[in-house]
């Protein structure tokens, strides 16, 4: 998921450098929130996992 978010971070990057201001705005907005989304499914995992008493594997 965070591979997404920074596809659409790199789309909107590139969009503003070609003066396209309604694509990279959209993309831009679209990465903010897919990457919210990983945080918060983050959380819940590492959450999760503490409360099974599992560390996290490495």
Do not use: E, Y
């Amino acid at each position: 998921m965070l591979r997404w978010a920074l596809i659409f971070l790199v789309v909107a990057l590139i969009a503003a450098v070609l003066g396209f201001g309604g694509i990279a705005g959209a993309a831009a907005d679209i990465a903010k929130i897919i990457f919210f989304i990983f945080l918060v499914l983050l959380v819940i995992s590492l959450l999760a996992g503490a409360l099974r008493g599992r560390g996290p594997r490495m």
